[in-house]
């Protein structure tokens, strides 16, 4: 390729994003327009990918995790051949367009995963790289290497500030994750400006701390040095940071190297100066010469025999190894094994039972013999949230074929591995803290929920039932924040029984989160919990009589405590129905002939009592035994005694209720 024509072609990267962001008077053109030549040399020479297959599973993945610069991103998927047309280039930002202002997974082909909070992509990336080295251990054989993926990504100085990216490195580091290789955009300005503002660390020296391999390119527009990078970065058994100084809204006279080009349009008569200043026609808008596209769709027909020759040796593969071949070909296309759900262990009635976190422990050893695709782990709580199954190796550079991960203390990190993990394909990830740190990884589990993937949170001690830890670790309004979360399935089991349930539901969910609130405490194994109504999100457990005059309705730990109420008010000639409800997600999806049949509208005589702030049962009850103040340290019967989660007090608001 001339040199002409490489700088054409990295300059149409340049103004297609400009002019798109211009037509949108809204975006972020200054990302694009300085990284453009890294993403240039990253997409024509190193990354393996096939624009009208998408999903291939040989692909390396790519993140941008600055995601507000999409542009740069959508700008490489129109040209290289993927289904985006110009069209929804020029509807960048737009309702109904498949450009929003940030990469979407699901919405746009060919993103791989959501960004734009920053270090999400990141952090996503690390999960990739788990689950790529994994499978590789797993699968691949001498001369039949299938799995070979590269996780490359363009981070930006706002990433490696956030503290989720600094968890993700130090996890990647001490993994020795060297599937990765991330372009770090240097450009030292942010929206306040001048980096050094508030970074002035030395970050590629944190980043070799950290175990990295790290490069350092003076000129963000030398492709032949960034293109040399990338191939020592491949060599290097560490995970890569290459950084590439730049200069944002590299071209444009006026604004490029200010925090003027990060955030906003250049402006019309900006615009037209940068184009002159780089050589580029000023008109039309959104000009994409021939003989570039001709040379970026090039990618359609690489990407096209790169696949045949994995499928080739896919092929070769399965004939030599075929049970080998047949597992990984139904995990890459995920689909579940027959019976995996068929040997859930059942719990007899139990008025001592266990501790919810206990009876999923017991469910993930069961679970684990039948889902080789099972990984998880848990952010240095094992033994308190029973995440480990039985006969699970640690993963480790050592181990890459073990199915636990030891995240460390690194709640956010663990979230935004697991996202990475679950979109990589032919795994189902997992992962388990506190309720209480729910906090700590909420933008990961909101990701999760937008992205629509099957990452599973395991959250153990769940109320002020935990006890003597006090208020800092007792979950208050954390369990009606994770409710409040679109697409996140909540559910608070009220026994073992509906804890086994819950598992096979957020299997069952492909495209769907799914939180489970498990206690530390023990709960009673109650009668008529092993029926498998919980995938309907609430339930009639039991009719105390006939015509139930009074509802008694529960989530968890509390199911056992309004039962025992309700054998009472009825032994006292009342009739009482009690309804356990583990999920409101699940409930709201009934049809409204099978949500009346539990809480039928006739029926206003409603008690809610959950462990945990009150807001939100209104919908569902006309009063409700909660906590909208924090704990306190002290054994959870006395807590609960002191806080009114007892029949007595159950009874007595039952009764006023019935006047």
Not at 112 to 137: C, D, N, R, S, Y
Request: glycine share 10%; charged share 20%.
């Amino acid at each position: 390729m001339t040199d002409d024509l490489q700088t054409r072609a990295i300059n149409t990267i340049r103004f297609l994003a400009a002019d798109a962001v211009q037509q949108a008077n809204s975006g972020h053109p200054g990302l694009p327009m300085g990284a453009a030549p890294m993403a240039f040399t990253l997409w024509t020479r190193h990354l393996r990918h096939n624009p009208r297959n998408p999903k291939w599973p040989g692909r390396d993945r790519f993140i941008l995790s600055g995601g507000h610069g999409s542009m740069l991103l959508y700008s490489l998927l129109h040209l290289t051949g993927y289904d985006l047309s110009l069209d929804e280039i020029k509807n960048f930002r737009q309702f109904g367009s498949k450009t929003p202002g940030h990469p979407e997974y699901g919405l746009t082909p060919g993103v791989e995963v959501t960004t734009g909070p920053l270090g999400q992509g990141f952090g996503q990336g690390v999960g990739m790289a788990i689950a790529a080295t994994h499978l590789a251990a797993e699968f691949n054989k001498l001369g039949h290497e299938i799995i070979q993926s590269y996780i490359y990504g363009i981070v930006t100085d706002g990433d490696l500030m956030e503290g989720v990216s600094s968890e993700a490195a130090s996890l990647a580091g001490h993994l020795q994750l060297g599937r990765i290789i991330y372009l770090y955009d240097d450009n030292h300005i942010s929206i306040d400006g001048p980096t050094d503002l508030a970074f002035t660390e030395d970050r590629a020296g944190r980043f070799e701390a950290y175990g990295w391999h790290v490069q350092q390119i003076g000129d963000g527009n030398d492709v032949e040095a960034i293109d040399a990078a990338l191939k020592a970065a491949k060599a290097d058994p560490r995970p890569s940071l290459i950084c590439v100084r730049t200069i944002i809204g590299f071209g444009a006279p006026h604004k490029q190297g200010t925090s003027k080009a990060h955030g906003e349009a250049l402006g019309d008569e900006e615009l037209k100066a940068a184009k002159e200043n780089l050589g580029w026609p000023v008109e039309p808008r959104f000009l994409i010469p021939g003989e570039v596209l001709e040379f970026y769709r090039e990618a359609v027909e690489r990407g096209r025999e790169r696949e045949t020759d994995w499928k080739m040796r896919f092929d070769a593969y399965q004939r030599i190894h075929p049970a080998l071949g047949a597992e990984l070909q139904r995990r890459l296309e995920g689909e579940l094994p027959d019976g995996w759900d068929a040997d859930l262990p059942q719990f007899p009635v139990d008025a001592k039972g266990m501790a919810t976190r206990s009876s999923s422990g017991k469910v993930l050893d069961a679970l684990s013999l039948k889902l080789p695709e099972l990984i998880g782990g848990s952010a240095d709580l094992t033994p308190s949230n029973n995440t480990k199954f039985q006969g699970a190796g640690d993963f480790e550079k050592e181990n890459p074929g073990g199915r636990y991960l030891r995240f460390g203390v690194r709640e956010h990190g663990m979230g935004a591995a697991l996202n990475g993990l679950n979109l990589f394909g032919g795994l189902i990830a997992y992962g388990g803290t506190f309720l209480i740190f729910s906090d700590y990884m909420k933008p990961a589990i909101r990701i999760a929920a937008i992205s629509s993937i099957r990452s599973i949170f395991v959250f153990t001690h769940d109320s002020v039932g935990l006890g003597e830890d006090g208020p800092t670790h007792q979950p208050i309004e954390q369990l009606m924040a994770l409710r409040a979360t679109p697409n996140l399935t909540v559910i608070r089991p009220a026994d073992a029984n509906e804890v086994a349930e819950a598992w096979r539901v957020a299997i069952n969910r492909r495209h769907s989160p799914t939180a489970f609130a498990l206690t530390r405490q023990n709960v009673p194994t109650l009668e008529g919990t092993d029926r498998g109504f919980l995938s309907k999100g609430a339930y009639i457990l039991k009719d105390f009589g006939e015509n139930p005059q009074l509802i008694l309705i529960a989530s968890g730990s509390e199911v056992s405590l309004i039962y025992e109420a309700a054998q009472k008010l009825f032994a006292e000639g009342m009739a009482v129905r009690v309804v356990s409800f583990p999920s409101w997600e699940l409930f709201e999806e009934q049809d409204e002939a099978y949500r009346e049949s539990v809480l039928p509208k006739n029926i206003i005589a409603r008690l809610a009592v959950e462990a945990g702030a009150t807001l939100g049962w209104e919908r569902y009850a006309k009063s409700v035994i909660g906590l909208d103040h924090y704990g306190a340290s002290a054994p959870y019967k006395v807590i609960f005694e002191k806080f009114g989660f007892t029949v007595e007090n159950v009874i007595a608001k039952a009764k006023e209720l019935l006047k």
